[in-house]
């Protein structure tokens, strides 16, 4: 006869999963779901609803905010499994939409789906709520029973990739081992541009035409091309801004009088005034016939 196993190897259950993947905990309130990741995962590694909806609307019990709540744990959960990171759910998981919608972001990240059924018996459930500080209510915990009763027939069929039955006697001698397998990136979903692509700078030129410059506006002139003319004092017209880029003839100056020499010495007919006077004032040449007779007297001569 075999020998008889011990009543702590009986019991044992040794459970293996995978990082990354999704565990739901689904069970009924005070089922003993919060205890039992609280000592078989880390703190990091559990996202739990209640946490949500604390850090939404302040109050992990106003069931007002449960939209907004499981959106930030949906969120939390696809920013681990993009990191290979194992995500441990903790909620009551009894509808079958919020099931799905985690089963489908398991499958879309290619990572395994497990969850873990908490069938305790009703009464212990009861007990346990009336000793904690945070109380949900006997009538509330009854609902959710009968929701987890028609969770266990439904569940099987839903294409999870594990499912591990949890008695109460069982919480205290399941052994968790996590093995790590870290997956690729996921594919590209319409609407979304995959991790680590970014999208090329337009050009300057292509924000607003989309076309590829014109020859005229390509970049700075070559050093070949020909300068504008520089403009002169006193011309009659100015010079142009910007020259033609292949110029047949030099352009033509528009009709005026000649530019005046700059003056580097006394000019004739100009009487130079002293210094820190203002400008002299011209004065007309004299006439040839004048010229011997009429000149002007210099200052300080005696006549």
Known sequence: MAPEQTTNQSQEKRVRLVRPSIVLLCGPAACGKSTFAQRHFRPTQVISSDWARGRVCDDERDQRFHTQ??????????????????????????????????????????????????????????E??????????????????????????????EGFDQILDLADVDMDNVQIEIVFRPIPQPSATPGRRPQGESRPAP?????????????????????TQPSPPAAKPGAGSTAPTQAAPTPAKPEARAPGPPPKAAATAPQQGRVQAPPGAGPAAPVEPPSSSQQGTNRPTPPGAKT
């Open 203 to 223: 050009r300057p030129w292509q924000q607003r035409t989309g076309r590829p410059p014109a020859a005229h506006d390509a970049g700075p002139p070559s050093p």
């Open 128 to 157: 346990r709520d009336r000793s904690r500080e945070r109380t949900v209510g006997s009538q509330v915990i009854e609902r959710q029973y009968l929701a987890f009763a028609q969770t266990k027939a439904d569940i099987r069929r």
């Open 69 to 126: 709540a499981f959106a930030l744990v949906r969120y939390l959960t696809e920013l681990r499994l993009g990191l290979n990171r194992l995500c441990v759910v903790d909620s009551t998981a009894l509808a079958p939409p919020h099931r799905r919608e985690f089963l489908e972001l398991a499958r879309r990240y290619q990572v395994p789906c497990v969850v873990f059924l908490f069938d305790v018996p009703l009464e212990k459930c009861i």
